[in-house]
């Protein structure tokens, strides 16, 4: 079954670059969608179609995606950005099911 | 602005069928350019999609739980629900609804919209 693949945790301190990739066979041919979820609360889109950033992110939010590997680029990561991260894509063998990344727990401290 | 709101009994017994409601405000489910699904989290876990539906009853499901799900939309109330059949505490979690928006030129959508979710405990 179609997976993304994501590292569980990602730890900067404030003001460096994040960078949180999720790999997955199919991203060559589909677009990838990063959601922010804060302890306690719904997932936020912050990214959507590999590199679109929805009105309300802030700019040092940015997305990237090549061959079969998505990134996630915080840059200038401050500490309100510490929460988990889901990529989140469509198995595109024509059943489509959903599928979200394991999740990465991102600290800034 | 769209909101969606889910609402359900927050304690089911084992082998129970857990029934719950997304109730939409703000705008139509019966917009042909939006499905509209179900996802549910576990304590301590990531996000799991559970299906998706479309106004008109197409309807897509997770295969690993395709067996126990169903998932109907009632447009005279602008609300869609999810009924889980045989629960376990396998089941116990957050539940979330939102709405899905189709991407770009593209044949697959994404959640662009989410409800604020709700806890369901699966215990006797």
């Known amino acids: 079954s179609y997976e993304l693949t994501q590292p569980p945790s990602v730890s900067v301190s404030p003001g460096q670059t994040a960078r949180i990739t999720c790999s997955g066979d199919?991203?060559?041919?589909?677009?990838v969608y990063w959601y922010r979820q804060r302890s306690g609360q719904a997932p936020v889109l912050v990214i959507y179609e590999d590199t679109k950033r929805p009105s309300g992110i802030p700019e040092r939010f940015s997305g990237s995606s090549s061959g079969t590997m998505a990134t996630l680029t915080i840059s200038g990561a401050q500490v309100e950005d510490e929460a988990d991260y889901y990529c989140f894509s469509t198995d595109n063998t024509g059943n489509q099911r959903r599928v979200f990344g394991g999740g990465t727990k991102l600290t800034v401290l | 602005q769209l909101q969606l709101q889910e609402s359900g009994p927050g304690l089911v017994r084992p082998s129970e069928t857990l029934s719950l409601i997304c109730t939409v405000s703000?705008?139509?489910?019966?917009?042909?350019?939006?499905?509209w699904g179900w996802i549910r989290q576990p304590p301590g876990k990531g996000l799991e999609w559970i299906g998706s539906?479309?106004?008109?009853?197409?309807?897509f499901y997770n295969p690993s739980l395709k067996s126990r799900v169903t998932i109907l939309v009632d447009t005279s109330k602008n609300l869609f629900s999810l009924r889980l059949d045989s629960v376990t505490a396998a089941d116990t979690g957050v539940y979330f609804c939102?709405?899905?928006?189709?991407?770009?030129?593209?044949?697959?959508?994404?959640?662009?919209?989410w409800g604020k979710g709700t806890t369901v405990t699966v215990s006797s």
């Open positions: 939102a709405r899905e928006l189709r991407g770009s030129g593209s044949y697959y959508y994404y959640m662009d919209v």
């Open positions: 199919a991203l060559p041919k589909i677009y």
């Open positions: 539906l479309h106004y008109s009853g197409n309807t």
């Open positions: 703000g705008g139509s489910i019966r917009n042909s350019d939006y499905y």
